[in-house]
Nanobody, 117 residues
Framework: QVRLVQSGGGLVQPGGSLRLSCAASGIIFEFAVTGWYRQAPGKERELVARITSSGTTNYLDSVKGRFTISRDNIKNMAYLQMNSLKLEDTAVYYC???????????WGRGTQVTVSS
C-alpha cells in the first residue's frame, strides 16, 4: 500500500525559510503526480504546488516565486522549499500522491507550519 511520511514543519519568523519533506513507499513519485496542499484554521483546503510525472509544475498564485516543489527520484522523496515566508502561510501542509486509477490518491499525515514574529 502507498504511504507518505512527512517531516520538516515547525515555527519560523516572517521572511524565513523552511523545507518540507515527503518520503514515499508503495509508489514511485517519478511516475505519479505529487502535490502539496495546505489548510489554515477556518479556511478551505487549497493546492499549493504540484509536479507531474513529466516534470511540469504548478503553483498557487500567492506562493509563486517563493515556493518550489521538487522530487528526488533516487530517494523517492518530494520536497517543498518555502522562502520569504509570510504570516498568511501558516497552515497544516499535506503531501499527496496521485497514482492514477490503480493506486488512487494518498495523503500524508500533515505537518504544522507556523509563521510568527
Amino acid at each position: 500500500q502507498v504511504r507518505l511520511v512527512q517531516s520538516g514543519g515547525g515555527l519560523v519568523q516572517p521572511g524565513g525559510s523552511l523545507r518540507l519533506s515527503c518520503a514515499a513507499s508503495g509508489i514511485i513519485f517519478e511516475f505519479a503526480v505529487t502535490g502539496w496542499y495546505r489548510q489554515a484554521p477556518g479556511k478551505e483546503r487549497e493546492l499549493v504546488a504540484r509536479i507531474t510525472s513529466s516534470g511540469t509544475t504548478n503553483y498557487l498564485d500567492s506562493v509563486k516565486g517563493r515556493f518550489t516543489i521538487s522530487r528526488d527520484n533516487i530517494k523517492n522523496m518530494a520536497y517543498l522549499q518555502m522562502n520569504s515566508l509570510k504570516l498568511e502561510d501558516t497552515a497544516v501542509y499535506y503531501c499527496t500522491a496521485d497514482g492514477g486509477p490503480r493506486l488512487g490518491m494518498t495523503w500524508g499525515r500533515g505537518t504544522q507550519v507556523t509563521v510568527s514574529s
